[in-house]
């Protein structure tokens, strides 16, 4: 797997004892001390934070239990960085939960580049549920304490993943070079353009029916693959965050990868970690003995197929091959890259 992207993040980019008490000063503070740190220049103070704050009243950040994860893409900074705020008081963010925010974690990220950070920053949003909760409400706390918290949750996630990816590196590689000829099955006929469902489970069940109707699944399979994605979704979201869920499962009923992609303009409680809605959910369906063909395959694709313009486009309605046209040129480019053990389907844009 490749190397995840440098993130910036340090004991200087945390702030122990917040100055603000209230949301709009938090922010200014917290950009202020991005200027202070040299990881953005005076002049961009106003333009960064107007971004931040135009972002934060579209929906606020306040993802519940005393977290707040600011964040937004800028030309202004060339590496992702991080600034960590605690506040021993609590500060009032109109958060989910309508509970005062005592950690806020906000993002700078580079324009266009989002997907490339999307895991990291996943990890990152994850371990600021796992900071101690009596360093945030005290005074006496250090931004060393708060750094070491955090350093302590992203090895704990490191660990775990490398452990996971070593168990499955030789197998998967024998996998590959055994299995040639297999398919991805994706294009702008596996795209559902304006989910009808309002509601996780219904959408996973409308996502697999329309998988039916254009041929992948067959008929007396809907049911048993519904009921086998529901329990996944029951034991733990497949919500990653920022708006996307990746439901995934392993079948014995196909013979290659199946991707579904379906898209809520209005969003669709997944239960996530962030509790933000999902705008965006790539369901993948996996050949039984095939899964470690496919080891980080489901995240490869989800960093680099979903442009960074996506999320302004969806603002507006757009048929399923304008949505395949915006998403072609990354998934040509993951194909090309992650392409020498599978064949790519021969599938034309029906608008061609």
């Known amino acids: 797997m490749n190397k995840p992207p440098d993130i910036r993040f340090t004991p200087d980019h945390v702030i122990p004892s917040l100055k603000a008490g209230d949301k709009p000063e938090v922010l200014r503070e917290l950009v202020s001390h991005l200027v202070k740190l040299g990881e953005l220049k005076a002049d961009d103070h106003a333009s960064v934070l107007e971004a931040i704050q135009r972002r934060e009243a579209s929906m606020s950040t306040g993802i519940g239990f005393g977290v707040a994860c600011p964040h937004t893409s800028t030309d202004r900074v060339e590496k992702a960085v991080v600034v960590v705020g605690v506040s021993a008081n609590g500060i009032a963010f109109d958060s989910l939960d309508n509970q005062p925010v005592h950690l806020v974690f906000l993002v700078l990220i580079p324009q266009g580049n989002f997907q490339a950070h999307l895991q990291e920053l996943a ?32 090895n704990r996630s490191k660990m775990a993943r490398d452990a996971a990816t070593n168990s499955i590196s030789e197998t998967a590689s024998n996998a590959v070079k055994s299995a040639p000829g297999m398919s991805i099955k994706f294009s702008d006929r596996h795209i559902i353009p304006n989910l009808a469902a309002t509601e996780r489970f219904a959408a996973l069940h409308e996502m697999v029916a329309h998988l039916v109707n254009i041929g992948e699944i067959a008929p007396e399979d809907l049911e048993p693959i519904v009921n086998l994605l529901s329990k996944r979704e029951e034991a733990m979201s497949t919500s990653i965050g920022f708006g996307i869920a990746r439901p995934h499962i392993q079948l014995g009923c196909i013979n290659d990868l199946v991707i579904a992609l379906g898209v809520s303009p209005a969003g669709i409680d997944f239960n996530g970690y962030d509790q933000r809605p999902v705008n965006l959910i790539a369901m993948f369906l996996v050949p039984n ?24 486009r969806l603002a507006h309605p757009m048929t399923a091959a304008e949505i395949w046209e915006l998403l072609k040129p990354g998934y040509d480019r993951l194909l090309a890259t992650h392409g020498e053990w599978v064949e790519e389907p021969n599938v034309k844009n029906k608008s061609e």
Request: aromatic share 16%.
């Open 123 to 154: 990890e990152y949003a994850k371990a600021t549920h796992q900071v101690p909760h009596q360093l945030l409400q005290t005074s006496s706390t250090t931004a060393q304490q708060i750094y070491d918290a955090f350093q302590s949750a992203l």
């Open 289 to 312: 003995r095939r899964a470690m063909e496919f080891a980080h395959w489901d995240w490869n694709f989800i960093k680099n197929v979903f442009p960074s313009e996506i999320w302004e």
